[in-house]
């Protein structure tokens, strides 16, 4: 007869307690196991309790649609692309059928998306404070190239790094700007000449992303082109895009795969040449500063040469120590601003020089711009006052940011509770917000026309009520946290985009792109977004 024991009495016999005596190394798996089931169960709870809280708190809000239970919203996200749509086209669609607040629900995962001006101003402006960053799910792939630069970081010490940095971006820089993004795009030009007209192809998607890459690393870190086209393409292109695949596919963060042991060897290379450069820097800094002291030199210090050259200056005055915390800190900035600073600016450049290939009389007003400011062959200097009368260049740009907008989402997620709410729906804490840029830049008339004249003096964007109008064009966001470099942006696309079409105009390659219509399609996946299939030219001299 089979002996019936109950199931306590069996995990104590396998733990090896007999007779109130401890006799096996097992009980310490029991009890381990016990308190990981102990740890799950309370996690669970806590979830499930913030889940319920979460949803109470959205009910009101519209549901978007296409949700099934569990799973909410992760079906259509996931089969979008097979439309060649992206998540952001999706949501899109669902504040179309639902009005411009809607909450969905992936995975768990509960949020709203939003793309009223009103809505903007509370998360970008006047209660930005609350609407964090998100670092667990958007920004998360990117933490190990951001960690807690500019971008990715919040609270007092995004505070202090913006009052650091924010200086070293505006003012005085933006003159050098012109000068090195002229030598940039003259080097671009050169390069061109020996295509033009012969029917070869350039790839000028790629060719904006190595000058912008170029200009950042020379305004940053005074590098010459060789040395960007060297240090960069090996260390920080691969990094970047290794980053940009873990957004889709996220298990690529913790698999020890040899793509994973690439990406940290690089990481810690690209880590490796920047805090060198920072330190040889830094201590040239301190040796000029000592020599000039021994001197007794009065004179006023040198200009400085770059953005670090500032960044340094301002660490100076506020009598901060350099060590080992400064440098990870100064080296996530500078990252920061590499890629912050380069893919946006070619997606703006790439779409705007294939609109202007598609709309010949706006082609001409921005030729006449760049030469008025640089001469009829693109041969003068030009200085800020000449470039910030390229009006209609600059409403090219913007137009080209409106209707593709680069950046489609941004993504917060609330801090405490928000009473105030959205259009009228009080938040709770722990919500996500996909602040939606792209719908707002889509509530113009006939958005999908490419009209830069919304943008001159009196245009569209002038006509919106005083109250919105900085809430309906939002590349850059607004408020307190918004893109440092956007005038860096701008001033530099306005030399590129004005110079180069001074000089040549640009066919999309039939052979490459055969259907006119795909040629202004944006890619489902990749942000900040370009054209699904690139951009390849055939290049004209301009007469
Ligand atoms: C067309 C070009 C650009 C576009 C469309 C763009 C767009 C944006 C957007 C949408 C944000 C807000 C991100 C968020 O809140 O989650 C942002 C932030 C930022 N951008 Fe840009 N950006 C551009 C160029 C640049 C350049 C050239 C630089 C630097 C040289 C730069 C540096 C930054 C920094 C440092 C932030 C973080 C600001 C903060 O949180 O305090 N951006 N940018």
Redesign the pocket.
Known sequence: MASSSSPLEELLAFAGVKDGTISSPRLALVVLGAALAAYALVFAVINVVDYIRIARGLSAIPSAPGGVPLLGHVIPMLTCVSQNKGAWDIMEDWMDAKGPIVKYNIAGTQGVAVRDPKAMKRIFQTGYKLYE?DLKLSYRPFLPILGTG??TSDGAL?QKQ?ML?GPA?RVDVLDDIIRIAKKAIDRLCEKLSHHAGKGDIVDIEEEFRLLTLQV?GEAVLSLGPEECDRVFPQLYLPVMNEANRRVLRPYRMYLPTPEWFRFSSRMGQLNGFLIDLFRRRWQARQAAAAAAQGEGSSSSKPKPADILDRIMEAIEESGAKWDAALETQLCYEVK??LL??HE??AA?LTWSTLELAAHSQAADKVVEEARAAFGPRGESEAGRRAVDEMIYTLAVLKEA?RKYS??PV?TRVLAEDDPQGLLGYPLPRGTMVACH?QGTHRLYESPDEFRPDRFMPGGEYDQFDDADRAYMFL???QGP??????H??LLEARVVLGLLHARFSFKPAPSVHPDPASLFMRHPTVI?VGPIRGLKVLVEQRK
């Open positions: 960053k500019l971008v995004w913006r940095m971006l950042i920061t601003f912050a600073g946006t600016s703006m940011l680069v950046v941004v840029l590349p850059f966001i946290r918004n893109c440092l470099g956007q860096l942006a900040p």
